[in-house]
């Protein structure tokens, strides 16, 4: 069977492009049409209620008068200036909270990526079944705990770990419970799981043979952690951090059940804005400053962690 020979002519003959095919109206729609649900329950449940929030922060009147729009935006300098001392605290139990649970986390995440072998799935299981608990009933046990006859409050006294914290104001004597310290302590373990799970996704991602690369180049264990895994780990660390420090920042169920009055936090005071003095106004006008002051800190330690993944 003869093959066809190639001319002069068909050598020098330009060469046509394909024509490539436009999508239909219907192809080009159909990612939008997939982002129709989450952009509904978005706008329902999240940008509504915002609004509605928003123009109750500027509202004046009284629950049996009614509440009218007026536009008083001094209600955000009254109340900035009246409940100050319980946002600063919100801020410093959060961010306590937050390194605890990065030191505790961290070690624990890099065990089950790297050391846990067979045990991992056990080991993940176990981190996530707190969950599986009520909130409050978990923050109860706390309760329990940390009463003044427990066994953990006794080695902790006879550690005299309880002199430096009562120094530092953190704890009354011998007492933990109704302290800022137990506050803390109940943020950090309800907090916990939130950034073991990202912390772990990243450190599973990291490519095991990066470290055998800085064992071959004579890096001692520390200098490759330093120079290798925690860095490449730096996305699940500012996930990690962030997920912790934000419904910490406005949590208000570890100050009512652990904490006293003098450790109140700002959620508590909106809380009972909104539930008992029927401030609608001021309890608004506190949820939208906190809201702002998170979004700034969150923005500003994103831009400088430089991470890829989240910048």
Not at 3 to 14: F, G, N, S, V, W
Request: aromatic share 12%.
């Amino acid at each position: 069977m003869s093959t066809p020979t190639l001319t002069k002519e068909d050598a020098l003959r330009p060469v046509e492009e394909p024509v490539l095919r436009k999508p239909s109206t219907r192809k080009r729609l159909v990612p939008y049409w997939l982002l129709l649900p989450g952009i509904i329950w978005l706008v329902v449940f999240f940008a509504l209620p915002l609004v509605y929030q928003a123009s109750t922060s500027v509202q004046t009147g009284s629950l049996e008068q009614g509440f009218e729009v007026t536009w008083h935006f001094r209600t955000y300098w009254d109340a900035f200036q009246e409940y100050w001392p319980q946002l600063i605290r919100s801020l410093l139990y959060a961010g306590t909270a937050t390194l605890l649970c990065l030191l505790l986390g961290y070690p624990l995440a890099y065990l089950i990526a790297f050391k846990a072998g067979r045990w991992r799935n056990l080991l993940l299981v176990l981190v996530i079944a707190p969950f599986f608990t009520s909130f409050l009933i978990r923050t109860l046990a706390w309760k329990t705990i940390l009463a003044d006859d427990s066994v953990v409050v006794e080695a902790l006294n006879a550690l005299h770990f309880l002199d430096v914290t009562s120094w530092i104001g953190w704890t009354e004597g011998d007492r933990v419970l109704a302290t800022p310290m137990a506050v803390v302590c109940g943020l950090t373990y309800n907090f916990l799981p939130f950034m073991i799970l990202p912390l772990y996704t990243s450190l599973e991602r990291i490519d095991g043979r990066l470290h055998e690369a800085a064992q071959d180049l004579y890096a001692s264990p520390a200098t490759t952690f330093r120079k290798v895994t925690f860095p490449l780990s730096m996305p699940g660390v500012v996930s990690g951090t962030l997920l912790t420090f934000i419904p910490a920042s406005g949590d208000y169920v570890n100050a009512e059940l652990l904490g006293s009055t003098d450790t109140k936090m700002i959620g508590n005071v909106i809380q009972s804005q909104f539930l008992r003095v029927l401030d609608y106004p001021t309890a608004s006008a506190l949820s939208f400053i906190l809201m702002a002051i998170v979004l700034v800190m969150v923005t500003v330690y994103i831009r400088r962690a430089g991470t890829e993944d989240l910048v």
